[in-house]
């Protein structure tokens, strides 16, 4: 051990795995897994939402072009994915870009992140088979339901069109969500 052939690396080592246990802490380098708490009588496609939200709100990583909103969209049509893209801008939040990837089921899914002062809002997107709106909606408009769920709002609608579902979801009240979507729809 009073080599230095050893005793180099094998601190090298260590001193990198302390740093990356210190990165991870201040959410500089990002968790592979999102935790998903699935609650009891709760709703699974919220639950997952939630997890992710709260992953995102430390560390958000495009995996696709997002410097534009036509970038993140040609990305998705590229995957077979909807292409559609909320424009938020009028309500203070703008788009910090667009992932691709897969539900805990293996399902294809898309994540647009939107960032604003102080809070952030998430657009979850993923084919389902058969739509069934989860009970407890707290205000209808054009189609979107809005939920309030363990401390989070959700705006939660249905394109007929490929059977895909658009979760968004953001810590702010359900009354701003609903302001924030009904601008975005103008």
């Known amino acids: 051990m009073r080599r230095p052939a050893i005793w180099i690396p094998m601190s090298i080592a260590a001193g990198l795995a302390f740093a990356l246990v210190i990165a991870r802490g201040f959410g500089m380098y990002p968790f592979r897994d999102v935790n998903i708490v699935y609650r009891q009588g709760g709703v699974p496609e919220f639950d997952i939402a939630t997890a992710y939200l709260d992953k995102f709100d430390h560390h958000f990583a495009p995996n696709v072009p997002s410097s534009s909103f036509a970038d993140i969209s040609f ?85 007929p069109v490929g059977d895909f579902v658009c979760v968004l979801i953001s810590h702010q009240p359900v009354k701003q969500l609903l302001e924030t979507v009904e601008y975005a729809l103008e």
């Open 75 to 159: 990305a998705y049509l590229d995957a077979h994915m909807p292409g559609y893209i909320w424009n938020f801008n009028s309500s203070g939040l703008t788009l910090a870009g667009g992932r691709l990837d897969k539900l805990p089921d293996g399902r294809p899914v898309t994540f647009t992140f939107y960032k604003g002062e102080e809070r952030s809002l998430l657009c979850v997107r993923y084919k389902v088979a058969e739509f069934v709106p989860p009970p407890g909606v707290v205000h209808e408009m054009d189609g979107h339901l809005f939920y309030r769920y363990h401390g989070y709002s959700i705006c939660y609608s249905y394109s």
